[in-house]
């Protein structure tokens, strides 16, 4: 099983980035996927989440109306597109998968149910 983030880098602030998650080794339409992302020196916090066939997400409310999560089934892939981004939004960010086929737009699963997790990508943005 393998979760690979990329795209992450150094952007100015109300900049643009993608980062991307592939995912491999396992059924990855069966699984709904989470965004994450830990800051120096404090916890690793949620950031969306998109359901199994991309029909339903759920957004951190600082995060609501500038990132959006799609996904590609027939490509294992998942996407977070952040714009406006700002300062605060500096931190390494991950891709999890977490088993389950419900709709997540009005229930998430806490970050201790999530089965898989990537590596991390570092995301910094200058003021």
């Known amino acids: 099983v393998q979760l690979q983030a990329s795209g992450g880098g150094l952007v100015q602030a109300g900049g643009s980035l993608r980062l991307s998650c592939a995912a491999s080794g396992f059924t990855f339409s069966n699984y709904i996927m989470g965004w994450f992302r830990q800051a120096p020196g404090k916890e690793r916090e949620f950031v969306g989440i998109i359901s199994w066939s991309g029909s339903s997400t759920y957004y951190l409310d600082t995060v609501k109306g500038r990132f959006s999560i799609s996904r590609d089934n027939a490509k294992n892939m998942v996407y977070l597109q952040m714009n406006s981004l700002k300062p605060e939004d500096t931190a390494v960010y991950y891709c999890?998968?977490?088993?389950?086929?419900?709709?997540?737009?009005?229930?998430?699963?806490?970050?201790?149910?999530?089965?898989?997790w990537g590596q991390g990508t570092q995301v910094t943005v200058s003021s």
């Open positions: 999890a998968a977490h088993r389950g086929s419900y709709s997540v737009r009005y229930y998430q699963p806490s970050i201790d149910d999530y089965n898989y």
